[in-house]
């Protein structure tokens, strides 16, 4: 007998519920236009962490659009 459910889906990787999946994006999103915009010359960290909220907020926006 079976320890899973009938109906999980296991195919070798977990099931990430959409709202952690959404979190991450977001999060890596401000992340990596921080880190890009730090790496690309930006004067100094406000002016790289300003390009990272730019990036969460479009973000933002596709993952409410998404849904």
């Given at each position: ?5 009938r109906d999980a889906h296991w195919?070798?990787r977990p099931r990430w519920p ?14 990596l236009g921080s880190a890009l ?31």
């Open positions: 007998m079976s320890a899973l459910p195919r070798g959409g709202w952690t999946l959404d979190l991450l994006l977001i999060v890596g999103s401000f992340v915009a730090g790496a690309l010359g930006a004067v100094n960290l406000g002016t790289a962490l300003a390009f990272g909220q730019i990036a969460l907020a479009a973000c933002v926006v596709y993952v409410l659009l998404r849904r």
